[in-house]
């Protein structure tokens, strides 16, 4: 099953922030974060692992609730840069102890930033 | 870096023929994945393989079948193109073993394929 993300679009002028959210029905073992341009391939942003941990990339940062199985996107000061679509992919805690990388994508979150 | 290639850019078909989709990583990963992507839907797992000659069907196997004769190479086949089966599809390849205990999946640019 999917995972949720919220919102599905948002708009924002530069400068401003955004928080996208990405919640699962499952146990999650890793949470990754992908930022795709139009007619490109979708880009790497980081990973969070089980564990609750917080992690931060330049003015993006992400942290991952292993508890409530949700996972939020952050983005602070936001430059033109950074529109695009976001999307979460999750890892389950597969049987066997692998689930062989393989993820589960939301459906997208779309920010557009304006000057 | 990683570079995952597909084959083509763009594509069009017609309904009924047989559609064969290439993907080649050039970092000896494990694991390699097709995806196909929707407008409001994300990306939708096809089918996925962790081994030469090993594959598992993903969330929308229907209609499609893959091949991995090498490790560095993973093929999807429609076996009679729809029209519903156009859409962007992209292929990705992670490691199973990575170095830093726990890898992401990397994207190939897509192929945007067009079912007349």
């Known amino acids: 099953q999917q995972p949720v993300q919220s919102p599905q679009a948002v708009i924002l002028r530069e400068g401003e922030d955004a928080v996208i959210n990405c919640s699962s029905s499952?146990?999650?073992?890793?949470v990754h974060w992908y930022r795709q341009k139009h007619g490109e391939a979708p880009v790497f942003l980081m990973i969070?692992?089980?564990?609750?941990e917080q992690k931060g990339h330049d003015k993006i940062s992400a942290s991952f609730n292993e508890k409530k199985q949700q996972s939020s996107l952050y983005l602070t000061a936001s430059q033109l840069s950074y529109s695009g679509t976001y999307f979460c992919?999750?890892?389950?805690?597969?049987?066997?102890?692998?689930?062989?990388?393989?993820?589960?994508f939301g459906q997208g979150t779309i920010l557009t930033v304006h000057p | 870096d990683v570079k995952v290639t597909q084959s083509s850019r763009y594509l069009v078909k017609r309904t009924g023929e047989k559609v064969f989709l290439e993907c080649v990583q050039d970092m000896d990963h494990e694991n390699m994945f097709w995806y196909r992507q929707d407008p409001g839907l994300g990306l939708r797992l096809i089918y996925f393989s962790y081994d030469v000659k090993m594959k598992e069907k993903g969330d929308i196997p229907e209609g499609y079948s893959v091949s991995r004769e090498k490790k560095e190479r993973f093929s999807l086949i429609l076996e009679s193109a729809s029209t519903n089966q156009t859409s962007m599809y992209l292929c990705a390849s992670s490691s199973q073993f990575p170095l830093a205990g726990a890898d992401t999946q990397y994207f190939g640019p897509g192929t945007r394929l067009t079912v007349l």
């Open positions: 499952k146990a999650l073992y890793s």
């Open positions: 992919g999750t890892e389950g805690l597969g049987a066997g102890g692998t689930s062989y990388g393989k993820l589960t």
């Open positions: 969070l692992l089980k564990g609750g």
